[in-house]
């Protein structure tokens, strides 16, 4: 990427920074899908910052991540969790996670992109929102502490 952000996949090195970013970020994180899915077959994609550090090395500590699932039933992807460090967000990390895991669900023949978000997080359903991604149902009562949001996301070429 031109503006110095990387994204890779993610490696068992990494999993003490993504817990870390898991448990700062995630209201309910899946803390067993994050340590299964550093050596597959859930995708885990990971963020490293910007700057000459990562120009040229691919051991930066990771600022944020992206682990998805497929089902071969469907066609379909799900996003089972994105987080970036608080204080790496709003620098585009998130968007470029999404962006490659849309890449990487084309590639592979997926047709649909699915998240689900909480009900009261307006910040989450905003991003979601403005990356395309569409309200396909209410899931009540779908979290611990509250109701959800099915969204949807074609990745069709």
């Avoid at 608080?86 to 997926?110: C, I, T, Y």
Wanted: aromatic share 6%; charged share 30%; proline share 6%.
């Amino acid at each position: 990427m031109s503006d110095g952000r990387r994204v890779r996949e993610g490696r068992s090195t990494d999993l003490p920074a993504l817990r870390a970013i898991q448990a700062a970020v995630l209201a309910e994180p899946w803390e067993e899908l994050l340590a299964v899915a550093v050596d597959g077959p859930p995708i885990l994609l990971v963020a490293t910052p910007r700057g000459p550090a990562t120009a040229t090395s691919d051991t930066a500590t990771p600022v944020g991540y992206a682990l998805a699932v497929t089902d071969g039933d469907d066609d379909a992807g799900y996003l089972a969790e994105l987080a970036v460090a608080p204080d790496a967000q709003g620098e585009g990390h998130g968007s470029a996670l999404v962006d490659a895991l849309v890449e990487r669900l084309r590639e592979s023949g997926v047709t649909e992109l699915r998240v689900t978000v909480r009900e009261v997080d307006e910040t989450a359903r905003a991003f979601y929102r403005d990356r395309g991604f569409e309200r396909r149902e209410r899931l009540p009562e779908h979290y611990e502490r509250g109701d959800g949001f099915l969204l949807v996301l074609g990745v069709e070429d």
